[in-house]
């Protein structure tokens, strides 16, 4: 019989938002896509219609939500990968503060530039 693993506690918080960014991922997605190839075909999209895009605030505070839930689904689904294969101790404080500093770097620049997109700076 298979033995399950994981370092997700089911039920917890970290387990639960993994699900809720899964999910917010994949509908965001598919509307990005959706509006990026079937609203506006690929020789249509330019800096300007993005520049466009980006300064209505629904669109703009949307990119922001896919940005932060990317970048945590992201970062908590690598640290999970790694606790799994055995990471513990000091080697498994390191790596969780490594990805967290990556991770809200990640995010800072990219609402840099979403803003610097939409044309508020």
Do not use: C
């Not at 249509?44 to 922001?64: K, L, W």
Request: proline share 1%; hydrophobic share 55%; net charge neutral.
């Amino acid at each position: 019989m298979a033995e399950r693993y994981s370092s997700f506690a089911p039920g917890g918080t970290a387990w639960l938002l993994q699900r809720i960014t899964a999910a917010f991922l994949v509908v965001v997605l598919a509307f990005h896509f959706f509006q990026l190839h079937f609203v506006n075909h690929a020789a249509e999209v330019t800096f300007a219609g993005t520049q466009e895009r980006m300064s209505t605030i629904g669109y703009f505070v949307t990119m922001v939500l896919f940005l932060i839930a990317g970048a945590f689904h992201g970062v908590n689904g690598v640290y999970n990968a790694l606790v799994n294969q055995g990471l513990e101790g000091t080697q498994k404080k390191v790596v969780l503060s490594v990805l967290v500093l990556a991770g809200a770097a990640l995010i800072a620049q990219g609402i840099y530039v979403a803003i610097a997109m939409a044309g508020w700076t």
